[in-house]
Nanobody, 121 residues
Framework: VQLQASGGGLVQAGGALRLSCAASGRTFSTLALGWFRQAPGKEREFVARISRNINTYYADSVKGRFTISRDNAKNTVYLQMNSLKSEDTAVYYC????????????????WGQGTLVTVAS
């Protein structure tokens, strides 16, 4: 599976961005998909996950502000980010897993290259 993330950029605090991640190489609908992020000097952290059954799960830090969704017809997963804060600044990575409910980063077999989101305060 190849993943290509896009949509990052510079945005003012309180603004919004939508990240996209296009996949190829495997039946997309069977995969669980996740978004992670890594801020400078910090470890990569979980942001959101969507299962093949469209169940979603969010980190507490983004709950109510971010929405993950998928379009199986387009082989794409999205992350709509609203009410952005300076602490959301990070490189965002999409990832795919064959497990039904992947947990940590180790459960995700496939990773995109990352897209930088910078939130100016």
């Amino acid at each position: 599976v190849q993943l290509q993330a896009s949509g990052g950029g510079l945005v003012q605090a309180g603004g919004a961005l939508r990240l996209s991640c296009a996949a190829s190489g495997r039946t997309f609908s069977t995969l669980a998909l996740g978004w992670f992020r890594q801020a400078p000097g910090k470890e990569r952290e979980f942001v959101a996950r969507i299962s093949r059954n469209i169940n979603t799960y969010y980190a507490d830090s983004v709950k109510g502000r971010f929405t993950i969704s998928r379009d199986n017809a387009k082989n794409t997963v999205y992350l709509q980010m609203n009410s952005l804060k300076s602490e959301d600044t990070a490189v965002y990575y999409c990832a795919a897993a064959t497990r039904l409910r992947p947990g940590s980063t180790l459960d995700y077999e496939y990773w995109g290259q990352g897209t930088l989101v910078t939130v100016a305060s």
